[in-house]
Every structure is written in C-alpha cells, then in structure tokens.
C-alpha cells in the first residue's frame, strides 16, 4: 500500500465547505487503497492576520515569538480539517510539526528542515486513521517552535513524503492549489499556454525559478534530491495536473516544454577586471558571504587581460549588492554597470542536451521582433536572455522626436515589464507551445489518465545512485546537495570580440553555426563596452573547426571590426546538484576551490541544477580533483 501526501493551502482550507471539499479528496485517495497524509496551511489570510496583530504590539517583534504565534494558524487548520474527515465517517487524527519530530535548524521565521520521525506517523497510518499535518512548522533542537519561511506548507508536504519514502514507502505528493497545474509558460501573459501533463524536476526547478512557479524551488529540490514524485492539481476540481517527476525517456525529445519571465531583476557588470585566478571568487565569496543570492552570472573571457563579469540579482537586493561590491570593484580596478530593469526571458527543455537549433529559433524569434539582447546565458537544459526594460535615451530619439511624453511612457513600459512579455509571447509562438506535443495534450505510454493519477513510468535519471549515496551523506534533509563534479576536454570554444550590439546579430551567428548541424553547449554574451558585445560559445571539438569558419565567414559580412577567435584548448567543468537556488555559496566553493589552485577561470556559466566553468585544458584534471574535494567527493 503506498502513501499519498495531499497538501491544501490557505485557500482551500479558508472555511467550512473547502475544509470539507479537502476531507472528501483525502477519503477518496484512501478509498483508492492508499494510506493518506494531509497537510494543511493556514486558513485564508490568518497568517497575513497574525502578522498584523503583532505589528500592533511591537514594529521589530522578536522572530522567536512570531514562531510561537504564525505556527497557531495551521494548528487551527489541523484539528478542524481531522473534525471534517471525522464528520464524514472516517477515522482522522491531527499533528502539529512537534508532535511528529520535524525537527528544524533554530533560524526562526525561516528554519531549514533537519529531520523528520516517521514513527508516530507511521502507527497512526497503519492503525487506519488519515493522519492530517500542520505546515510550515516544526521545533527547533531546543524544543522552541519554529516556521518555515512564508509558503513553507509545499516543503513541508514534500519533506514529509520524503520522510516516508526514506521509511521504506512508496509514496507521491499531490499539491492541490487553484490552478489546473503547470502551463508552458504564464497564462495571464499569453492567452494559449498549454497545460502540461508531466515535467521533470529539473525542468520544473529552471521554471519555478523564473517566476512560473506554482510551488517554491525549494518544494522541489527536496521533492528530486529523495525522487518524490509530485502532482500539482487543482483543489476545485477533480482534473488531473501535472506531474512533476524524475527525467523520462520522451523527455528527452522535446527540446523546449517551456518558456519563462522573470521581471524582478536588475543587471550588473563589473567591466575591466583582471583574468586572473581568484577574481570570481572574491566578489562571489563576498555576495554569499552578504546572503545574497545570485541569480543569472555570464563571464566572458575578456580581452587584454580583462574581463567582464555580469550577473543578475533581484531588484529587492540590488542596493545591498552595490553596497557589498563597492570596496572590491574599487580594489580591482573596474567599473560596476547596473541596469535597473531588465527581463530574463528563458527557454527550458530536457530534449536541449541533444537537439540543436533551439538557441538559434529563440534569438531567431527575438531578433525578428527587434528585441536586443543585452546577455545571454544557457544551463543544460535551459537558455536565458536579458532584455533591458528601460529604453534607452539614444532609442527613444531615434524612434521619434525626443519629448517629455515619450521618455515618461517608456519609463511607465519598463515597470511592467512591456518588453519582456512581448518577447515571452514571440518565443512561446516560435517554439509552437501552443500545440498539443507529447506530455501536454497527448499521451505518452507513461501518462495514464485513470481515474486515480499514477504516475509517469519508467523513470530514467542519469545520476540517480550518485544522487542517493549523496544525500545519505548529508547532515540535515535540506542541506545543499552536490551530486557530481564532470569535466569535458572534447568541447571548443569560439569567441566572437566586438560583437556590435544590435538585434539580431546573436541570431545570425547561431543561425550559420546550426545550419552545420553543429551543437552548441554552453553560450555566454555580455556587454563588454560602448555597443560592443562579446560572444562565446562551446562547440564539440570535432567541429570547432567548421564552427569557425562558418562564423568567419557569416560575420566578414556583417562589420569588419569583429574578430573572431577559435580555442582548442579548453576544458569544461560541471558541479550538479540540488539546492543550488536556495542556497547560497556553492559558487563560492566552487570559485574558492579553483583560486586555490591558482587556475583561472575564463567563462563561468549558471543554472539551477548545474554551474559550469571554463578553464585551460592543462588544469582540467587538477580542477576536477580539487573541486571533488571541496565538494566531498573524492
Ligand atoms: N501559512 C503559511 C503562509 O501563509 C504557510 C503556507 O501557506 O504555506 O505563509
Ligand atoms: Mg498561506
């Protein structure tokens, strides 16, 4: 018999005919055969509610009293959802997060789960009861309640199947909220997204992300570091969602299953510093050091022996990082860029690994709608750009006389993001994901619609044991999980100087270099001065050489001021994991490790599940070395 966990947050709880709605969908399950553990929120806005009343009493409340009084709303929300399953004629029995040993680090009001004791939940299942469990709660090793952070009820959902499966069950999570489940891509933003029947956890987590979350990213690292299967579904409804699993097969042969914009983002770039080793370490250490979390980082080789670093944070932390950066950029002698408003609009897909041409369809679409790029990064499974949001000055003249009301509009668009969900929709539209595919719409032999949802089979994950004997490793459930260091000395890497920076050049490059049927891995674009931009890109090495030349060739047409250059001598490092949003510092290791050993690192590379490096192909081996060690994994 395996165990369903259903989580239900604040809305589905939020009075007596929800509460009452979520009872009959847990006795469903158990109908069904399975044993059923609900977990739920608190009910509507009490926990907004609570966090008003202690602003009455005091405007800096002590984060320990604030545990002890938001974790009041889900126990509310426990005993009264057991009383409705009980009022239906089912045995049902409440826990709060102590009760059950969920035990957290002591970081109140955004405690980290350590551990979870399956004992009492495990009697209470076999003794036939549904067993419904608080959210976002648990106690820290003093004894002291602790709350999860805002949203926390999908951790704890997860953390709890997780628990369960680590207890020898076989178990799935089903998030009930008040969407169908995941769609290609916003549908407030365009009209014809496409529900998606089923989405691997690293697609998921590249996504969730950029904003097109219906969950945290940290529900989901946690669901794929214990291979949790998930479904997000719809708590007014009986319809099947969307399952969010391990990678399957089919997968891997949809290049892009979606798009994504995150509008909250500002850029910086630290121009003029010095390629040398330990200069990405020092301003990634000092950014982990301050907590802040660095989201899209594109370093470009550089030349003269300078370099370009660019990088994005949300716009809440942007006075902060400029305030933490000020004293190193003086120090290294470079200049610190930032634009405030910019869009990251990204393109994710499993099926990316193997099918070429989807960088070139998405600058491609970009291009043709006149949309500049002001970076560019890719992931293993995902390519961003940014998209500044400000017009410029020098655009606004060129697109009309320049007026006072012209200047006031393009501000006013830039709030909203105008930009970027134009591009969202150019892309969403070139890539067709609109269209029924395998996955969303039609079948794949592994997605079942029966009436009670099983899950997609068979399930193929390239790292799993590597990931299992990890995560035994591990001091607490949520700790940040390094699965595998990997070094590639077959790719090349072309490199475009003095790019100039105007629509569509990208667009161009890639176009010619598909056209060779060649596959392009990992692409960094960055700003390196005055409408000037530098590309590069890694290519296997069997085809550097046409690489080169069909860029030559392409770009002798465009401007005679670019260079183009082609370097053999590369080596490629990959650290993979899980927690790597969430957490901050992995790059830091990782950046930390390499200075170490006195290696440069010339093009870095970021994504959710994934950091790569470029370094010289001599170091490649004794990169590797060190970074297994400063991961654990030697
Ligand atoms: N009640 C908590 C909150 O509102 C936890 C949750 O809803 O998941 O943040
Ligand atoms: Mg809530």
Known sequence: MGVVVQKFGGSSVKNAERLFEAARKAIRAKHAGHQVIVVVSAQGSTTDDLIAKAAEISSSPSAREMDMLLATGEQISIALTALAIQELGEKAISFTGSQIGIVTDSTHRKARIKSIDTRRLGEALDSGHIVVVAGFQGIDEQGDISTLGRGGSDTTAVAVAAAMKQAGKDVQCEIFTDVDGVYTTDPRIVPDARKIDAISYDEMLEMASMGAGVMHSRSIEFAKKYDVPLMVRNAASDAVGTWIVGESRWMGEIPVCGVALAADEARITLEGVPDQPGVSHKVFAALAGANIAVDMIGQSIGAGGKATIGFTVINAELERTKKVLAPIVGELGATLNVTERVSKVSVVGAGMRTVSGVAERMFGALAA????????????????????????????EASEPASKEKIKKAHEESKKAVRGRKALRAVHSAFALARPRKGAGLPTDAVTT?????????LVSSDSSARAQAVARLDGMEDVLVSGVHLNVDAGRITVFDLPDVPGNCAKVFDAVAGGGILVDMIVQNITGPQRAELSFTVPRADLDRAESLTRTLLAGIDSGCRVEADADIAVLYVLGVGMRTHTGVARTMFGALAGQGINIEMINTSEVCIGVVVDRRHGERALAALAAAFGLA
């Open 450 to 458: 029966s009436d009670y949802p099983t899950r997609p089979a068979p």
């Open 369 to 396: 709608d006149g949309v500049n790029l002001k970076m560019i990064t890719t992931g293993d499974i995902k390519i961003s750009v940014l998209i500044e949001e400000d017009a410029t000055a020098a655009e606004i």
